[in-house]
């Protein structure tokens, strides 16, 4: 499984910047623990943003940190689903239909108007 991992990009680091959150050029993606080398795989970017967010841009020395990890980590841990999206097509399908219509509604929800009022609030009322 580790031959799988590979970089798709990141996007992001946490607050401590030991944390890097990742896609995977496979469709799943993961937290990259910087100090440990451990990897947790996951289908859903939103299953690592409901326990931190990740507001820190990547360097290029941090991209190639993450490649360095992918290759040789210390260990892999994987989601619920992680390892059958690759191998059950029906999960596959299932999954990546949830994506589409979570991005769609993304895209739906960020229009202008929420954006200037972001922008407008952005210190408070």
Request: glycine letters at 4%; aromatic letters at 8%.
């Amino acid at each position: 499984m580790k031959s799988l991992l590979e970089l798709n990009k990141i996007i992001g680091l946490d607050d401590t910047e030991n944390n890097i959150l990742i896609t995977l050029l496979d469709g799943r993606c993961a937290l990259v623990d910087k100090k440990s080398r451990h990897v947790v795989v996951e289908i859903l970017v939103d299953s690592f943003y409901k326990w931190m967010d990740f507001p820190n841009q990547a360097s290029g020395e941090d991209e190639e940190f993450v490649k360095d990890i992918l290759k040789n980590p210390h260990d892999v841990g994987f989601g619920p689903c992680a390892k059958r999206y690759l191998t059950d097509e029906q999960t596959k399908q299932n999954f990546d239909k949830l994506k589409k219509i979570w991005n769609t509604i993304i895209k739906l929800m960020v229009n202008p108007m929420t954006i200037y009022c972001l922008e407008v609030f952005e210190d408070g009322i």
